[in-house]
């Protein structure tokens, strides 16, 4: 199933963009080899700054195992201002009624091989159909999508073989990129539905969309640990806070510092002593 | 009547009223709003054919601070339908204060962003039922889109600064398929010619028309022969 996070709806989903940008590091980061930033195991660039719309595939569990993101060519977009090369130096195309999508990924580590909706396969398709179903949704009519070759056989094996190609094929880390063109029609996205057996509305509903929020409080069994407290909750992070301030210290001045802020702390109670 | 060209008519003038008058004549709408940041003119740009009476109060209400349809729209990619505004508290009070007025709640924000961090909001409003709503929405969303982006470049070009950066930048390609429709080929043609795909052919010249800010493909040859991009044949 398919959620949207965009502008609007983010900050309710900071869960599920953090593992989207933890498989976004592993996908582009080490298996494609690509020069991306990666800050805490997430691979976050400067377009995702820029209020952004990703398309997300969760598992039935509510863990994200796919993800594109979609940006207008009519503003700031990767093409524009980062993937020129692709371009030849020529400038990108710029319309009202056709998007950019790039970091389209699945994750090949927890999905299988086989035709199950548990597959790679079917992540793939549904992720595609999804993108397509929300542009077109949205009045758009074309997609320009920045990819590797690999994606390029993935698309002409499930019956959705781009119309076009911008630019040129260029080398990218392990890799190289391309940029090719898909058109939001029903005739596409038929296809795409037929080649992997996809049936009726992929997008989560509202009481899904809930569910999967950071506000929701999980149902199902209870957890055996006892809840964490906000007390608890902070008591941790200082003390965290303590022995990262007295294992980074650079100098002597600065060690004994961390270690006399530490020694305030437990005084005042705010810490346990082992760490002082 | 179809959607007024704005390249074609000088500007400014009364024009941006006429246009949003056309596309709600062209598009089945019962009232348009457009407004536009311009973070290098610093100005912000709103005009709307909404009653006159409605626009006043807006305005001394201060609703442009809190209206959600302009704040949280111009955070999204895709056109925002007010539907999904419907649970925030302050789209209710502007909304029942519309109603007087004769505006529908039924509505959405189609966000347009410029090169330039400029933002533009194209809101248009109906009074039907939801199922009719969603009907007309797919079948108008494609042309609101162009209409925006249109109707918000050529504010943001009316600044002096704005129309120097915003030199039309278009690619060999697009020059390449202009030419050639000046040379009187059709679309088919230009792509038997260049041996690529209609539809490739198609997303160019649209890209074209988008950067030389025209809505036709015509208009599109002609701005591009008075620029001297292409040659006349």
């Known amino acids: ?276 | 009547m179809s959607v007024i060209d704005l390249s074609n008519l000088p500007f400014p003038g009364n024009n941006l009223r006429s246009f949003l008058d056309s596309v709600c004549e062209e598009h089945e709408l019962d009232f348009a709003a457009y407004a536009g940041m311009d973070p290098i003119a610093q100005t912000i740009h709103g005009f709307v054919n909404y009653p006159d009476e409605w626009q006043t109060r807006y305005v001394s209400e201060g609703f442009q601070h809190r209206d959600p349809a302009l704040l949280l729209a111009s955070r999204s990619i895709a056109p925002v339908d007010w539907q999904r505004l419907r649970g925030e508290s302050t789209f209710q009070d502007i909304f029942r204060a519309a109603s007087d007025h004769g505006i529908s709640e039924q509505g959405l924000t189609v966000p347009v962003r410029g090169p330039y961090g400029d933002v533009g909001l194209f809101s248009v409003t109906r009074n039907c039922s939801d199922r009719e709503w969603g009907l007309l929405k797919s079948k108008i969303l494609g042309g609101l889109q162009t209409a925006a982006v249109h109707l918000h470049d050529n504010v943001i070009q009316s600044h002096s600064l704005n129309r120097k950066l915003n030199h039309p930048s278009l690619s060999a390609r697009e020059l390449e398929i202009l030419q050639w429709i000046a040379a009187g080929k059709s679309q088919q043609d230009v792509g038997d010619i260049l041996s690529i795909s209609n539809r490739t052919v198609e997303v160019h010249l649209r890209s074209g028309r988008s950067k030389l800010g025209a809505l036709t493909t015509p208009q599109a040859v002609g701005r591009a022969i008075g620029l001297g991009l292409i040659h006349p044949s």
């Open chain 1, 1 to 276: 199933m398919i959620i949207v996070i965009d502008g609007l709806n983010r900050h309710r989903y900071n869960r599920l963009l953090d593992e989207m940008f933890a498989l976004r590091a592993r996908v582009f980061g080490q298996r494609l080899g690509w020069d991306v930033d990666i800050i805490d195991g997430k691979e976050i660039d400067q377009f995702d700054a820029l209020d952004p719309a990703y398309v997300i595939g969760l598992n039935d569990a509510g863990n994200v195992v796919s993800c594109v993101r979609a940006l207008q060519t009519t503003g700031p977009h990767m093409l524009s201002d980062v993937f020129h090369d692709i371009l030849d130096g020529e400038p990108p195309l710029r319309s009202a009624t056709l998007w950019e999508s790039t970091r389209f990924c699945v994750d090949t580590e927890v999905l299988d091989r086989g035709n199950s909706r548990n597959s790679v396969g079917y992540a793939t398709c549904e992720l595609m159909a999804a993108s397509l179903e929300y542009a077109k949704n949205s009045g758009i009519s074309d997609i320009v999508t920045v990819i590797d070759p690999v994606m390029n056989r993935v698309l002409k094996r499930s019956d959705c073989a781009p119309y076009g190609y911008v630019g040129s094929t260029k080398p990218m880390g392990k890799v190289s990129a391309m940029a090719a063109l898909l058109d939001c029609t029903d005739e596409r996205i038929n296809k795409i539905r037929a080649f992997a057996g996809i049936e009726g509305n992929i997008f989560v509903s509202a009481q899904r969309a809930y569910e999967l929020s950071d506000d929701h409080a999980p149902t199902g069994p209870a957890p055996t640990a006892a809840p964490v407290t906000a007390e608890e909750n902070v008591r941790q992070l200082l003390e965290e806070y303590c022995v990262d301030q007295i294992t980074d210290a650079d100098t002597v001045e600065d060690a004994d510092a961390a270690k006399r802020l530490t020694r305030l702390l437990v005084d005042a109670g705010m810490v346990d002593s082992k760490h002082g």
